[in-house]
């Protein structure tokens, strides 16, 4: 069984940065395609950005690209998401994913975090 417990979240202030950490234990060749998704109050959950295992494949919503980084260091089984010029839109609870290729992790990923909540004042 996988597990995801993900860390890293906290409050800042708008232009600033903050790193998200996502530790898996569990995982097989089946679930070694990792992502972040968001919730933000009142809105459905969404995708933010997807990994290969590699880490030679990525994907990210067009409202992160060019201010979030996603990796991955697999000798620590560790997914990390660094976020950049954050902005108060990017407040949300913040959970990582995991699955068994991108386009699962991007639509329908069957293992999810318990989440690590972002708020971003302005």
């Known amino acids: 069984q996988v597990q995801l417990v993900e860390s890293g979240g906290g409050l800042v202030q708008a232009g600033g940065s903050l790193r998200l950490s996502c530790t898996a234990s569990g995982l097989t060749s089946r679930w070694y395609v990792m992502g972040w998704f968001r919730q933000a109050p009142g809105k459905e959950r969404e995708f933010v950005a997807a990994?290969?295992?590699?880490?030679?494949?990525?994907r990210y919503a067009d409202s992160v690209k060019g201010r979030f980084t996603i990796s991955r260091d697999n000798a620590k089984n560790t997914v990390y998401l660094q976020m950049n010029s954050l902005r108060p839109e990017d407040t949300a609870l913040y959970y990582c994913?995991?699955?068994?290729?991108?386009?699962?992790?991007?639509?329908?990923?069957?293992?999810w975090g318990q989440g690590t909540q972002v708020t971003v004042s302005s």
């Open positions: 990994i290969s295992w590699s880490g030679g494949t990525t």
């Open positions: 994913a995991a699955d068994g290729s991108i386009s699962a992790v991007v639509t329908a990923p069957r293992n």
